[in-house]
Every structure is written in C-alpha cells, then in structure tokens.
C-alpha cells in the first residue's frame, strides 16, 4: 500500500534555533518528492522538487534531502523564523500514468520567540 | 511562478443551499485540475480530479452528484457543492496541473476557499 508517513506530528522551536522534519514513504514506482507550506487557512506552496537521482536541494533557509533507498526524506530549516510557523507537508508522486499524489499527514512547526 | 486562484476564499451558507467555487489557472493553462477537501489538522484529501472537456474522476466515496465538477475551459474548473449540509463545511482547495509541464507533474495549489454550512 501506498503510504507517506511524517514526523514528529507537531514540532515548537525557539525562533533561530533549526530543526528537521521527517518523512518515510512507501510509494511504488516513484516518480519524484515533493516538500510543501501550508500556512493556517492557505493553500500549499511547494518548497523543494527532487528526483530519484537527486539527493539534497537547498531554498533559502530549506534543504531537503533524499535516500531513495531507504525511502526517506528530510527537511531542514535554519535559523527559523517566526514566519515559518506553519504545517510542512511531505508529497510523492507515483510514476503510473496517472501521476497519483500521496499525502503526508504534515508536521505542524510552531516557532516562538 | 505559476498562479492558481480560488473564489470565494471563504463563504457561509444555509443547509440544502448550493455552493460554487471557482478555480482558475491565471498564467497557464491547465489540462488537469485537482480538487481536495482538507479536515481541521489533517492533510489534502483528493475528492476529484477533473480533465478538461471531460467527465470528472471522482476518489471512492464521494458522491459526483452531490459535488458536481465542471472544467469547461483550459483555465477554469467549478465545483459546486449541492444541498449543503453542516457536515459538508470543510476547506476545499484545488491544484493545477500546467499543460506545458515546464517541472513535470508539477500541480500548483489555490489558496483554498473555507466552505461553513450552518
């Protein structure tokens, strides 16, 4: 079964302190990983895209890595912000035909000052 | 960037109304769309996705007569969410997939639109 899995579930921070986000996948074929923000009554913003053959990619104050073996990924925020409160969702894409998505159930991330 | 809208972002309506959202590609055109409800502290959850000039796919469990989808063009999709009830209150967000696929399977997200049912 398809299954995209996050943790921790929520996550509270200092503001300036980093931290790491989570997310196992057992999605079959794979296709690519996406690293998504949603803010609270928001639409998703993507923040990272990777591949099979990639295995890291930096935005800004996001980097997000890949280990297709082991069907991890990880999402690391520096240096957060107050503005980076907001819940992290981890995507996968399968490579059928129909490109399906699969969700995780996302991190909440609360940064306080 | 690509850029999807939603309208309205948020609207109330009495119970056996009927409610529209509109979903529209403003800088691309969109073959496919996407449309999620999203519960309080959970994720996306695929209701149907919808091909222009075609009938919608509906996921297993939501009724096609109850959320009735149109994309009559390139760059906008209509879902309208018939005899409203409270249990239909909800965050519905839809997402777009370009035609021109400029990062492949790429899906851009509307801003979603909160739907309250009284």
């Known amino acids: 079964k398809n299954q995209v899995e996050q943790s921790p579930q929520s996550l509270i921070i200092l503001e300036g302190k980093n931290c790491t986000l989570q997310c196992n996948y057992t999605v079959s074929p794979f296709s690519n990983l996406r690293w998504y923000k949603q803010d609270t009554g928001r639409g998703p913003v993507s923040l990272t895209i990777m591949t099979f053959s990639e295995n890291t990619k930096s935005n800004g104050r996001y980097t997000a890595t890949l280990d297709a073996d082991t069907k991890q990924s990880s999402l690391h925020i520096t240096a957060s912000q107050l503005s980076d409160s907001a819940s992290y969702i981890c995507?996968?894409?399968?490579?059928?035909?129909?490109?399906?998505?699969?969700f995780g159930t996302g991190t909440r991330l609360t940064v306080i000052p | 960037g690509a850029v999807v809208s939603q309208h309205p972002s948020r609207v109330i309506c009495k119970s056996g109304t009927s409610v529209k959202i509109e979903c529209r590609s403003l800088d691309f055109q969109a073959t496919t769309m996407f449309w999620y409800r999203q519960f309080p502290k959970q994720s996306l959850m695929l209701m149907a996705t919808?091909?222009?000039?075609?009938?919608?796919?509906?996921e297993q469990g939501v009724e096609k007569d109850k959320f009735l989808i149109n994309h009559a063009s390139l760059t906008l999709s209509t879902l309208t969410v018939t005899s409203a009830h409270p249990e239909d209150s909800s965050f519905y967000i839809c997402?777009?997939?370009?035609?021109?696929?400029?990062?492949?399977?790429?899906?851009?997200f509307g801003p979603g639109t909160r739907l309250t049912v009284t």
């Open positions: 997402s777009a997939r370009d035609r021109g696929e400029r990062i492949p399977y790429e899906q851009y």
């Open positions: 995507v996968v894409t399968d490579q059928t035909g129909a490109n399906n998505l699969f």
């Open positions: 919808s091909n222009e000039g075609s009938k919608a796919t509906y």
